[in-house]
């Protein structure tokens, strides 16, 4: 795997195109264990609710999604490589969309991209800039119609020191900027973050939100 997106880091939207563009890919909690646990608690929520369409913001490059079972699935990714990736995995798959998302520039007073179900795998932690995770927080709420699920650190605390995560207490957020949202569950981690194995625990965790008004 190419090392090259290890230069100095140029902001979110650029250091993952560089990375996947290189030949890097969407992180070790997109595949083996982890992967499957975020894959089982998504299914058995997806078959609990009779949830008929889910919308993305962040698919990567689909290694997570090459192991959960959706219904209609919409991926947006700030990745021009990522969504070519995804777009060859899944070909063949007509239950499934890709867009490029600018968080920045994008607008959808028509309500094109909206889903019964939004979810939010290993991002939040990745929007390093306020603008960009203030905008990438509005349109996945505002996509949503009746469920958001979040899998990250609820916590502003640093847990590793790397240019390209920053943590923030999202329920913060969704407590002043989206009142109508109900935290109905968290889901903790099976493989809660052990540093003696980096690759194969994480410090995140699932946060379940509710639509009160739906």
């Known amino acids: 795997m190419s090392k090259a997106y290890h230069a100095k880091y140029p902001g979110s939207r650029q250091y993952w195109e560089r990375r996947y563009d290189s030949g890097g890919d969407s992180g070790a909690g997109s595949y083996g264990r982890l992967a499957e646990f975020k894959a089982d608690v998504l299914e058995d929520f997806i078959e609990e609710h009779d949830i008929e369409d ?3 913001f962040g698919c990567g490059d689909g290694g997570q999604l090459s192991v959960t079972e959706y219904p209609s699935y919409i991926g947006l990714d700030v990745s021009p490589t990522a969504i070519q990736m995804c777009k060859d995995e899944f070909e063949n798959d007509e239950s499934k969309s890709f867009f490029l998302y600018d968080s920045k520039s994008f607008v959808d007073n028509h309500g094109l991209f909206s889903a019964e ?8 932690y990745h929007l390093t800039e306020d603008e960009i995770y203030q905008n990438y927080m509005e349109h996945l709420f505002s ?15 640093e847990c590793v020191t790397v240019d390209h995560v920053r943590n923030r207490k999202f329920t913060d957020w969704v407590a002043t900027h989206a009142p109508d949202w109900e935290l109905t569950d968290v889901i903790e ?18 946060y379940i939100f509710e639509n009160a008004t739906g």
């Open 54 to 56: 889910v919308i993305e």
């Open 143 to 157: 996509s949503s119609d009746e469920f958001v699920i979040i899998y990250a650190a609820n916590t502003a605390s």
């Open 117 to 124: 179900l939004g979810i939010s795998l290993d991002v939040i």
């Open 189 to 206: 981690n099976e493989y809660p973050y052990d540093p003696s194995d980096p690759e194969h625990t994480s410090w995140a965790d699932f």
